[in-house]
């Protein structure tokens, strides 16, 4: 999800920084957080040596998303093909457009509406929290100075995340099952487990509580509403046509 929030579905979150381009990779919400990709790269050698110039690294990355999701249990959907790569990338848009932790749920909203997604669709792409770690200078301020957190998960994860130190350790955003793709994140938030603050502004007694209650009560409306909503995200201002390019190194441009 953040790495098609930027300037649209267009693999410029691989581009490696230059003398001449700054590209993604150390924006804020994105450094030391964003892995894998070495695994694009073994995917677009080999899909290089069979059929040259033929597949996008931004096509490789929507393709990956989704049968990550598969493998973990999650739900399968379309994936519209022809995706072109962008020759460039912005630090700047990726520190400004991409939802940070802290936000509370009017900014949630906020952001994902600027994309064109609704609040449900932006509760539905939450749930990929169900999966995934983050690292403790994401959430710190939510362990020590917040109140609507439970108190004996907040004691498990300060052993993991002291008050100062250890920026980088990871706690999973999903305690109950970190590594199933299933609809435990938003039970998680009920219970007062979200690891974020953003993740628990969701279930905070606004807007949002209706949306997380029905996924919670119904699997597979979750299931479908997070399958649409990436079928959505996939066609996030793509480069077809003749704009942009197909790299032959994700890494950078041709």
């Known amino acids: 999800m953040i790495a098609l929030l930027m300037q649209g579905c267009d693999a410029s979150v691989l581009l490696d920084d230059t003398a001449s381009l700054t590209g993604e990779k150390t924006a804020g919400p994105n450094a030391n957080s964003l892995r894998g990709f070495d695994v694009i790269d073994t995917i677009k050698t080999q899909l290089e040596s069979l059929c040259p110039k033929v597949v996008s690294c931004a096509d490789i990355l929507t ?9 973990l249990g999650g739900p399968t959907y379309t994936v519209p093909l022809g995706r072109r790569d962008a020759t460039t990338a912005s630090l700047s848009a990726a520190n400004s457009n991409i939802p940070g932790p802290q936000l509370n749920l009017a900014a949630l909203i906020s952001a994902f509406s600027n ?72 039970r998680n938030l009920v219970s007062q487990k979200g690891l974020l603050h953003s993740d628990q502004q969701l279930y905070s007694g606004g807007s ?47």
């Open 115 to 186: 994309k064109g997604f609704t609040a449900r669709e932006m509760v539905a792409l939450s749930g990929s929290h169900t999966i995934g770690q983050a690292r403790c200078t994401t959430f710190r301020n939510r362990l020590y100075n917040e109140a609507n957190i439970n108190a004996s998960f907040a004691t498990s994860v300060k052993s993991q995340c002291p008050s100062s130190g250890g920026d980088n350790t990871l706690s999973p955003l999903d305690v109950t099952s970190p590594t199933s793709f299933d609809n435990a994140y938003y």
């Open 63 to 71: 393709v990956a998303a989704r049968d990550s999701i598969v493998a």
């Open 208 to 254: 949002t509580n209706t949306i997380v209650d029905a996924y919670i009560s119904n699997t597979g409306t979750f299931r479908a509403d997070f399958a649409n909503a990436m079928k959505k995200m996939g066609n996030l201002s793509p480069l077809t046509g003749t704009n942009g390019q197909i790299r032959t190194n994700c890494r950078k441009i041709n």
